[in-house]
């Protein structure tokens, strides 16, 4: 079957956010009409080179509404591509309006929220080092009419406040489905595992509780890991973890394709360059299984979790892997990785009674899979 590929459409490298976690280089470079005119004479010889059908667009930064003379410019495009067949603006939304709203809606392009809650207070400070957090509660009746969640990263300075974070969402957003996401990094002490062990258990009681109160709710960490269960058990353990080398790239502002964002930002790893019509040996060696393919990572296959977990981050696991000369799973991040499946199961057979199962099945969009 052939596969869709995913494409990070890097408008700018530009950013009103200083994240602490954030891996960006943060230097000031945003795509021309000329480069962007280059993707769509350039993404068919990547579609033949992945053995690929077609293509998503992510619209990525930076933060993409930086740039907004460009999404202005290529969204038509794209949606009049027959290639294309999903867009999605991945912002903080703090540039965000009704006139960019509106557009973006009407070309069907969805928008995915950045929004770390509380914890936006100390994690994301604006370029000039004040706070982001009031321009989100000034803008809330903006952002809860376009989802009902957002993306929430999760560090360790963070993990004693995970479940009044959730509390948050729910009860000053009404986000039901906030998305929260570990940072895949070695940077977790064990301290830190052990403050995370008793915080993501106290979150999953949070999560049983509200459902019980007839809150229909769940953290995205857990649905995640419910549905890579459910897809693990039916069609077997996926090939990769992250589209990184395997079935996308991001598309920089100065026209050369990287794995994602992660290596671009390092300028590691160039797959192809528009501007001179040229391919680069790093997708041959990042199709290697040793690089990307977690079924052959010795560490995988001695874990119990082998058929569902699809490890961590590509860049991550090549950089601990990288005295061996492979990709290799970071112990600390399988750590966390673990518990977490842990109370997503627990989650996941407390809420049978309250419908989880025709959620998920919902999500998977299929008949059957539990």
Request: net charge neutral; aromatic share 14%; charged share 25%.
């Amino acid at each position: 079957m052939a596969r869709t590929f995913v494409v990070e459409f890097s408008t700018t490298t530009s950013c009103n956010l200083r994240c602490k976690y954030c891996y960006s280089a943060h230097i000031n470079k945003s795509m021309t009409k000329e480069a962007a005119d280059l993707f769509f004479t350039s993404i068919p010889k990547l579609l033949e080179k992945y053995n690929c059908s077609d293509y998503n667009i992510s619209f990525f930064g930076g933060d993409p509404l930086m740039n907004w003379d460009i999404i202005e410019y290529t969204l038509p495009k794209f949606n009049a591509d027959p290639l294309c067949k999903f867009c999605v603006c991945i912002t903080n939304g703090l540039l965000l309006d009704e006139r960019k709203l509106n557009f973006l809606q009407e070309h069907n392009c969805g928008i995915s929220l950045s929004f770390d809650g509380l914890w936006n207070k100390d994690a994301r400070p604006l370029a000039n080092g004040k706070s982001s957090f009031d321009y989100y509660i000034k803008n809330k009746d903006l952002y809860t009419k376009l989802t009902s969640g957002c993306k929430v990263m999760m560090s360790p300075q963070n993990f004693p406040t995970l479940t009044e974070n959730f509390e948050f969402f729910i009860e000053e957003y009404g986000f039901k489905f906030p998305d929260f996401s570990l940072v895949r990094d070695d940077i977790y002490t064990e301290q830190d595992l052990q403050i995370y062990d008793r915080e993501i258990t106290r979150l999953a009681d949070r999560v049983i509780k509200y459902n019980k109160e007839g809150i229909n709710c769940n953290a995205g960490i857990f649905t995640l890991y419910m549905l890579d269960t459910i897809i693990g058990k039916k069609f077997g353990k996926r090939d990769h973890g992250c589209f990184a080398g395997h079935s996308g790239a991001l598309y920089s502002t100065d026209g050369k394709y990287y794995p994602c964002e992660r290596f671009s930002a390092l300028k590691q790893h160039i797959l192809y360059d528009a501007v001179k019509d040229e391919f680069y040996d790093s997708i041959d060696i990042l199709k290697q299984p040793k690089y990307t393919d977690n079924r052959e990572f010795p560490e995988c296959k001695a874990c119990v979790l082998y058929t569902f977990c699809n490890a961590g981050c590509t860049w991550s696991q090549l950089e601990y892997g990288k005295k061996e000369d492979r990709a290799k799973p970071v112990e600390s991040v399988c750590r966390l990785l673990k518990m977490s499946y842990r109370e997503a199961f627990r989650v996941y057979k407390e809420l049978i009674p309250y419908g989880i199962e025709n959620t998920l099945n919902n999500m998977l969009n299929t008949d059957k899979l539990i």
